[in-house]
């Protein structure tokens, strides 16, 4: 785009090929067209017998999405007999691949590009009346792409229930101790009664009845924001559902756009083809002509909340029962050849992270353009659930530089929930985590360049004792990366996990695999029996000779395996509040300091926890073991076991 504004006798001409040129990017007109594509790439499973919606499909999705057998993310699931009329679509974007089928690109970062055009027409003034004009053809390609509504009904129409009976959808049950069944991938459209902008949400709807589900939509959220205005004026709140679809519209829901940007003009851009709605039949609301069922309802917000949950959600715990405004269903709509789509969450790495990362990658342009210029990368980790963990690349120009990105950062749109940033310099490569912490850490001084602060988090955080608020840390590691040497960490003498636990008899095991790959970084497990005991351990390990070059000291709950790594980081970041479980104390040998992180579960007894602590989320046995008998049977291909095995001494029910 830069280099079509540079033209000034030929820029118009060149804008409109560029334009034409992008004519040719994929759009899916039904659920069952992207379907098509998946087969097509060899990227979907096909199981005809039945599995049931109750726990099993969730069980083998879990199994596909952890699994490296056919690639990170496995396959596609297409679950031909639910025990309803309809199929259903799970696992559909969970990869790299499949998440750029899509949205229709062979690469996410290719729409950079777009939103170059979108900053050029928007948000940069032109310079001179001639650039105005330049501007002209590009500003109608862009209105070409608003939404677009249709006179009398659409594909989504074809069949109306007359008695709406959401129970004749395969809803899914996804893990034992959830409270009931959930529609998990909604598009929930609402509009703001004083302006008619709309806004599209993704929510989770715990169903309560044959037209009744709770509405899980967070105080931070366009719908809640939507519902507060309707409560204040004492009328109906009119609200629609839509589901399946061209996926571009189902991403779109889940992204954190800004208030005035319309979620499905979002998806017209991302596809580069208007999305186009209908009027719906009971509710003053447009959607998606094209979508494979449309709920049709309201919310009455003189009504009494309703209990909702709980649900093991994308944090990998269990989100506790709520309260939440209770969705009334006046219709139901599907086309005739419906595909009913899903998701589940749970501990990641599941099909949330790669929609999480086809975020990171659409809007660090954007973030780059409009507020940090000196932003060059960012990577947002699978063990980080999005919010605990964020890894910004910054281009450093001054002192306090990554100071200024830290605080912006932590007051942008959804950023503001992060509650762990490293940031490092230009020189690092920060998708290559191994790499990273070698060439970071070993530079790292907490005394330096550890921050601490306090703000909003996520309303499904468990960590902090008061909800959606808490603690904050930011790890400053752009300090003279470029002179470190890996050969600079010297351990004083070998010293053995086995002499560590013979010293400190209440440590359950030791990890310091990590420490030897010159990454000095700890790692502990602890039977917690009382309070104080972690603050001791911690003392006592500082005091240790030999790992004075120690710069991080983690310990965790005894029945997590210290060995597997990306497990400990996911459980230590959702159970920390770095403000009350980070401490930086001083070597008693040196002038090193120490980053010493209390990953451990939080309780009344130990901590003076005020709040209740979720469970892990995990498969119960009768299920894992009845999926073990009939996988053969189901033909789903190589055997995968249950990830939910690694946590039989965790969950109660095991």
Same mark, same amino acid.
């Given at each position: 785009?830069?280099?079509?504004?540079?033209?000034?006798?030929?820029?118009?001409?060149?804008?409109?090929?560029?334009?034409?040129?992008?004519?040719?990017?994929?759009?899916?007109?039904?659920?069952?067209?992207?379907?098509?594509?998946?087969?097509?790439?060899?990227?979907?499973?096909?199981?005809?017998?039945?599995?049931?919606?109750?726990?099993?499909?969730?069980?083998?999705?879990?199994?596909?999405?952890?699994?490296?057998?056919?690639?990170?993310?496995?396959?596609?699931?297409?679950?031909?007999?639910?025990?309803?009329?309809?199929?259903?679509?799970?696992?559909?974007?969970?990869?790299?691949?499949?998440?750029?089928?899509?949205?229709?690109?062979?690469?996410?970062?290719?729409?950079?590009?777009?939103?170059?055009?979108?900053?050029?027409?928007?948000?940069?003034?032109?310079?001179?009346?001639?650039?105005?004009?330049?501007?002209?053809?590009?500003?109608?390609?862009?209105?070409?792409?608003?939404?677009?509504?249709?006179?009398?009904?659409?594909?989504?129409?074809?069949?109306?229930?007359?008695?709406?009976?959401?129970?004749?959808?395969?809803?899914?049950?996804?893990?034992?101790?959830?409270?009931?069944?959930?529609?998990?991938?909604?598009?929930?459209?609402?509009?703001?009664?004083?302006?008619?902008?709309?806004?599209?949400?993704?929510?989770?709807?715990?169903?309560?009845?044959?037209?009744?589900?709770?509405?899980?939509?967070?105080?931070?959220?366009?719908?809640?924001?939507?519902?507060?205005?309707?409560?204040?004026?004492?009328?109906?709140?009119?609200?629609?559902?839509?589901?399946?679809?061209?996926?571009?519209?189902?991403?779109?829901?889940?992204?954190?756009?800004?208030?005035?940007?319309?979620?499905?003009?979002?998806?017209?851009?991302?596809?580069?083809?208007?999305?186009?709605?209908?009027?719906?039949?009971?509710?003053?609301?447009?959607?998606?002509?094209?979508?494979?069922?449309?709920?049709?309802?309201?919310?009455?917000?003189?009504?009494?909340?309703?209990?909702?949950?709980?649900?093991?959600?994308?944090?990998?715990?269990?989100?506790?029962?709520?309260?939440?405004?209770?969705?009334?269903?006046?219709?139901?709509?599907?086309?005739?050849?419906?595909?009913?789509?899903?998701?589940?969450?749970?501990?990641?790495?599941?099909?949330?992270?790669?929609?999480?990362?086809?975020?990171?990658? @659409?809007?660090?342009? &954007?973030? #780059?353009?409009?507020?940090?210029?000196? +932003?060059?990368? *960012?990577?947002?980790?699978? !063990? %980080?659930?999005?919010?605990?963990?964020?890894?910004?690349?910054?281009?450093?120009?001054?002192?306090?530089?990554?100071?200024?990105?830290?605080?912006?950062?932590?007051?942008?749109?959804?950023?503001?929930?992060?509650?762990?940033?490293?940031?490092?310099?230009?020189?690092?490569?920060?998708?290559?985590?191994?790499?990273?912490?070698?060439?970071?850490?070993?530079?790292?001084?907490?005394?330096?360049?550890?921050?601490?602060?306090?703000?909003?988090?996520?309303?499904?955080?468990?960590?902090?004792?008061?909800?959606?608020?808490?603690?904050?840390?930011?790890?400053?590691?752009?300090?003279?990366?470029?002179?470190?040497?890996?050969?600079?960490?010297?351990?004083?003498?070998?010293?053995?996990?086995?002499?560590?636990?013979?010293?400190?008899?209440?440590?359950?095991? @030791?990890?310091?695999? &990590?420490? #030897?790959?010159?990454?000095?970084?700890? +790692?502990?497990? *602890?039977?917690?029996?009382? !309070? %104080?005991?972690?603050?001791?351990?911690?003392?006592?390990?500082?005091?240790?000779?030999?790992?004075?070059?120690?710069?991080?000291?983690?310990?965790?709950?005894?029945?997590?395996?210290?060995?597997?790594?990306?497990?400990?980081?996911?459980?230590?970041?959702?159970?920390?509040?770095?403000?009350?479980?980070?401490?930086?104390?001083?070597?008693?040998?040196?002038?090193?300091?120490?980053?010493?992180?209390?990953?451990?579960?939080?309780?009344?007894?130990?901590?003076?926890?005020?709040?209740?602590?979720?469970?892990?989320?995990?498969?119960?046995?009768?299920?894992?073991?009845?999926?073990?008998?009939?996988?053969?049977?189901?033909?789903?291909?190589?055997?995968?076991?249950?990830?939910?095995?690694?946590?039989?001494?965790?969950?109660?029910?095991?």
């Amino acid at each position: 785009m830069r280099e079509i504004y540079a033209v000034d006798t030929h820029g118009r001409a060149y804008l409109r090929r560029e334009f034409l040129l992008k004519k040719n990017i994929m759009h899916y007109s039904s659920l069952k067209s992207f379907i098509n594509k998946l087969e097509d790439k060899n990227e979907l499973v096909r199981i005809k017998e039945f599995v049931n919606p109750v726990l099993e499909i969730a069980e083998i999705t879990d199994r596909f999405s952890k699994s490296t057998e056919y690639g990170h993310g496995g396959k596609a699931l297409l679950f031909e007999n639910t025990g309803t009329q309809f199929p259903l679509l799970i696992n559909a974007m969970g990869s790299y691949k499949r998440i750029c089928l899509a949205l229709g690109v062979n690469e996410l970062d290719e729409f950079g590009k777009r939103f170059n055009i979108l900053y050029q027409l928007f948000l940069k003034p032109p310079s001179s009346f001639i650039n105005k004009l330049k501007m002209f053809p590009g500003l109608m390609k862009i209105s070409s792409l608003l939404p677009k509504i249709l006179s009398g009904r659409g594909a989504s129409q074809q069949v109306v229930m007359n008695q709406p009976d959401i129970a004749k959808l395969p809803v899914l049950k996804c893990w034992p101790m959830d409270g009931g069944r959930f529609i998990t991938l909604p598009m929930v459209i609402t509009k703001d009664p004083e302006t008619g902008i709309r806004n599209v949400g993704m929510y989770r709807m715990q169903v309560l009845g044959k037209a009744q589900t709770g509405m899980h939509w967070h105080i931070h959220k366009g719908g809640a924001a939507h519902f507060e205005k309707y409560k204040k004026l004492k009328k109906k709140m009119p609200v629609v559902v839509a589901l399946g679809g061209d996926p571009a519209c189902t991403f779109s829901a889940t992204a954190p756009l800004p208030e005035n940007i319309d979620e499905f003009f979002f998806a017209g851009f991302l596809r580069q083809k208007r999305i186009e709605l209908v009027q719906c039949l009971t509710q003053d609301i447009e959607a998606p002509t094209d979508a494979d069922f449309i709920i049709e309802g309201y919310i009455d917000p003189l009504e009494d909340f309703i209990t909702e949950g709980p649900f093991g959600d994308h944090t990998g715990f269990y989100s506790l029962p709520a309260q939440y405004p209770l969705f009334h269903v006046t219709c139901i709509t599907h086309r005739k050849d419906a595909v009913y789509p899903a998701t589940i969450v749970g501990i990641p790495p599941m099909e949330d992270f790669w929609l999480s990362k086809a975020t990171e990658r @659409i809007f660090l342009p &954007l973030l #780059k353009l409009t507020l940090l210029p000196e +932003i060059v990368d *960012i990577d947002l980790p699978a !063990a %980080g659930v999005t919010h605990n963990l964020a890894i910004i690349k910054i281009r450093v120009s001054y002192p306090g530089q990554a100071q200024k990105v830290m605080n912006a950062l932590w007051s942008a749109g959804q950023m503001m929930f992060n509650k762990v940033l490293i940031i490092t310099a230009q020189q690092a490569d920060i998708h290559d985590y191994t790499g990273l912490a070698v060439k970071l850490l070993q530079s790292f001084d907490p005394a330096k360049d550890v921050y601490f602060s306090r703000g909003p988090l996520d309303i499904l955080d468990h960590s902090s004792n008061q909800p959606a608020f808490g603690g904050k840390m930011c790890l400053d590691t752009t300090r003279q990366i470029d002179n470190v040497k890996h050969e600079e960490l010297k351990l004083k003498s070998e010293i053995s996990p086995d002499k560590i636990l013979q010293l400190y008899p209440e440590l359950s095991a @030791i990890n310091i695999s &990590l420490v #030897k790959s010159a990454i000095p970084v700890l +790692i502990a497990s *602890i039977v917690k029996s009382k !309070a %104080g005991i972690i603050k001791n351990v911690f003392n006592n390990l500082i005091k240790i000779p030999e790992l004075t070059d120690v710069k991080i000291f983690i310990i965790v709950d005894h029945y997590i395996n210290i060995n597997d790594i990306n497990r400990i980081i996911w459980y230590c970041l959702a159970n920390i509040d770095p403000v009350r479980d980070c401490s930086i104390p001083a070597s008693p040998f040196n002038s090193n300091h120490h980053l010493c992180i209390d990953g451990t579960k939080k309780t009344k007894e130990a901590d003076n926890f005020p709040r209740e602590w979720p469970d892990i989320i995990a498969s119960a046995p009768e299920t894992i073991e009845a999926i073990d008998k009939k996988w053969d049977m189901l033909n789903l291909g190589i055997f995968l076991p249950s990830p939910g095995l690694k946590y039989k001494v965790i969950i109660p029910s095991f």
